[in-house]
């Protein structure tokens, strides 16, 4: 079977062209916030985890030292761990593949992949997902740290506060449940609380601190919580539930 006869690998190309453009929103707001070209391109290149991309740049935009950024992005970073244990049983790399399949394991690589059910189909799912965000992702983002270093000062624009925007908008549709949405209005309010009160980045932390107090507390049912940013799409034979 060809490559692209793959049902798999087409959604998993179509998934990686459509996160791959938003790498250009990353790259100007990356230049904008007071980072250069190359050290936007080494985001993109090393980190490459979209959430944890924009958090680093948001912390920094807003005043906060490199350490507090790192924090943030370590912070959001975490769940591709937990992506990682799940898809090393489904793909199984081995040699060499272990660390590419490592770096590329990301929300929207893991939602397809897991969507097969397929072993063959799984694979192909994840390659070609991780594989294409991650080569689109950079491109883009070069072209838009070229885009942003021509816009000049953020704040004429309004754009000092994009970062905090489009981490926003990364995070909006991941909340499936009321306990997640909670979550999330709890850390808000603790935020802003403090912001106040200590060093920029600092408040992201906090904020943390407040998820994790509330998951030890008690958890909610099993199917809610931080979903991967793409749904995995319906199989075949398989309605929507009403």
Request: aromatic content about 8%; glycine content about 14%; hydrophobic content about 50%.
């Amino acid at each position: 079977m060809r490559l692209w006869r793959s049902p798999a690998a087409r959604t998993g190309a179509s998934v990686a062209i459509a996160t791959g453009l938003y790498g250009v929103s990353f790259g100007a707001l990356g230049v904008t916030s007071g980072l250069d070209f190359w050290q936007t391109q080494a985001l993109s290149l090393l980190l490459f985890s979209g959430g944890s991309q924009f958090a680093f740049i948001g912390v920094l935009a807003g005043g906060g030292t490199p350490g507090a950024a790192l924090g943030s992005a370590a912070l959001l970073g975490i769940r591709n761990a937990v992506y990682g244990m799940q898809l090393n049983a489904l793909i199984r790399p081995t040699g060499w593949l272990r660390l590419g399949a490592a770096h590329v394991t990301i929300d929207e690589s893991m939602a397809t992949t897991s969507a097969q059910r397929d072993p063959d189909e799984q694979r192909r799912a994840f390659w070609v997902t991780g594989i294409g965000i991650f080569l689109l992702w950079n491109a883009f983002t070069a072209l838009g740290s070229l885009l942003g270093t021509a816009i000049g000062d953020p704040k004429t624009w309004g754009l000092d506060g994009a970062a905090v925007a489009a981490f926003l908008a990364l995070l909006w549709p991941r909340l499936k449940g009321r306990e997640p949405a909670a979550i999330a209005v709890a850390c808000a309010v603790a935020t802003v609380l403090v912001v106040p009160f200590v060093p920029p980045g600092i408040p992201v932390l906090v904020a943390a601190l407040v998820a994790a107090v509330w998951g030890l507390a008690g958890a909610g049912p099993a199917h809610e919580g931080l979903e991967p940013d793409v749904e995995p799409p319906h199989r075949a034979g398989e309605g929507r539930m009403p």
